[in-house]
């Protein structure tokens, strides 16, 4: 599956996880710039904290990013193989959240005492602790025994089923494309004289 867009709507840490779609060519990476990076804090608006989401990403902020999804896929992955996630990939994820705790910022409003989280750092630095935290909740929920690898042929995104017969990512996506192929080949069996 390729698509120029990222798929979102799974957990916060399956859709950084799926902005490396598979092509013809192999792995392509949906964070490969600030503007596609921008780009998909922009669709990830309402998970993200307001300073993270509004703030311009540069070229320095891309490998805190893309560590935290490598470490992310690993521990996911794994899992899908029914076997332990790599010990480095758990210290990465814990490593990215130590870098920018957050912290509970005080304030007043006139009325009333107001807390904010905030993080401090770097915007890569804060952002990677924030999606290492997604995937720290994705991998200690219970739901995760249900994770699913799309069965599309030619698409690597991960999903967590809703339903229970559900064997794509999108059914708009692979969905749609695996029901056409699976026409096509029903109704133009190959020419046996071509052989």
């Known amino acids: 599956m390729l698509d120029s867009e990222p798929l979102t709507g799974e957990s916060l840490a399956l859709d950084l996880i799926n902005t490396r779609p598979l092509s013809a060519e192999g792995r392509v990476d949906l964070l490969g710039t600030p503007r596609q990076l ?4 922009a669709l990830e608006a309402d998970r993200l904290q307001e300073d993270v989401t ?10 805190p990013v893309h560590i935290v999804r490598e470490h992310t896929e690993a521990a996911v992955r794994a899992l899908l193989d029914a076997a332990a996630p790599p010990a480095s990939a758990l210290r990465g994820l814990t490593e990215a959240q130590r870098a920018a705790p957050p912290v509970r ?5 006139g009325t009333t005492v107001t807390a904010t989280t905030r993080r401090s750092g770097p915007l890569g630095v804060r952002l990677a602790a924030a999606l290492a935290e997604a995937a720290a909740r994705l991998l200690t929920d219970p739901a995760v025994g ?26 708009v996506r692979c969905g749609n ?17 071509r052989a």
């Open 105 to 109: 910022e005080l304030g007043w409003d």
């Open 146 to 171: 249900r994770l699913k690898e799309c069965e599309a042929g030619d698409c690597v995104m991960v999903f967590l089923p809703s339903h229970p017969r559900r064997r794509w990512c999108s059914p």
């Open 54 to 63: 509004l703030a311009a990403p540069t070229r320095d902020d891309l490998l």
């Open 177 to 193: 494309r695996t029901r056409v192929a699976r026409y096509y080949r029903r109704h133009n069996p190959p020419d046996a004289s």
């Open 38 to 41: 921008s780009r998909w804090l």
